[in-house]
């Protein structure tokens, strides 16, 4: 059985797909595709495909990550053509490596996020976020199937720092208006529960007193192991491209050994 991890995006219009409605989507693109999915045992099969923490709905992202596993093996650049070829533009498969190493939610940590708040002048999103790296803890409420739960937003955020235009991912299409844009820049852990984009702006409304006259436009850039040394997330498929290349010159070397030698001149 082979398996193959897969990165994908949402953008545009498609981040306010559900997780549900993406995993809809790609089964179809599966069956367009003739992908030799692997099934479930059961009374009720299905395709063995692991996503691993999709972003909220309403946010757009450039790393979200999926493992599919397959009865025949399948070249995972060819694979990756022929499912987005079959998905909707805005939900894109970018990148494709076979699996070669456990544990590939285990080194999904942290987030790098992007908030672009239109209406909000840059000077303003920077002060505000000087001011929520400086608490100690920020309080926020969010809503949970048990009721409103109250945690400390401020915790698990690494880093939280305004950029500026021209470092900002998220297209001019997603603009609604000409008014100043102030972009913020969020790394944040992984962790329990799990502190949202929504929930640093709640801290930022708590401790600075920001409102974004409209809903802050949201994209995930990356997602992977945090690097303390260097600050930084890390590409999670990283291993999986080593390994891979790490067996080829093995293989080959491995193919030159079992091959007859040449005869000599009679």
């Not at 009374?43 to 691993?52: D, L």
């Not at 992202?61 to 493992?67: K, M």
């Not at 949201?218 to 990283?238: N, S, Y």
Request: with cysteine; net charge negative; glycine share 6%.
């Amino acid at each position: 059985m082979q398996r193959i991890r897969l990165r994908y995006t949402k953008r545009g219009r498609l981040r306010f797909t559900s997780h549900r409605d993406f995993q809809r989507a790609f089964e179809r693109a599966l069956r367009r595709a003739e992908v030799p999915m692997a099934y479930s045992a059961g009374f009720t099969p299905h395709p063995k495909v692991s996503y691993a923490n999709a972003a909220p709905t309403g946010t757009g992202s450039e790393a979200e990550y999926l493992e599919i596993a397959l009865t025949a093996p399948r070249d995972p650049d060819q694979l990756r053509e022929l499912l987005d070829e079959s998905l909707p533009d805005g939900l894109d498969i970018i990148d494709a490596v076979e699996s070669r190493t456990s544990g590939l939610a285990d080194r999904l940590t942290a987030s790098v996020w992007e908030l672009r708040l239109e209406g909000v002048e840059p000077e303003r999103a920077q002060r505000a976020a000087e001011l929520f790296r400086a608490a100690e803890s920020v309080e926020v409420q969010r809503r949970t199937k048990n009721g409103m739960r109250t945690f400390d937003a401020r915790e698990a955020v690494v880093s939280l720092e305004a950029v500026t235009d021209g470092e900002g991912i998220a297209r001019a299409a997603d603009r609604t208006s000409d008014k100043p844009c102030a972009i913020l820049r969020l790394v944040v852990r992984h962790v329990t529960p799990a502190v949202r984009p929504d929930d640093v702006l709640s801290g930022l409304r708590a401790v600075a007193d920001l409102a974004p006259p409209v809903p802050a436009a949201v994209t995930r850039l990356a997602q992977g192991l945090f690097d303390e040394e260097t600050g930084t997330v890390t590409d999670p498929l990283a291993p999986d491209r080593e390994a891979v290349t790490a067996a080829t010159p093995t293989a080959a070397v491995s193919a030159a050994a079992k091959a007859p030698a040449p005869e000599g001149p009679r």
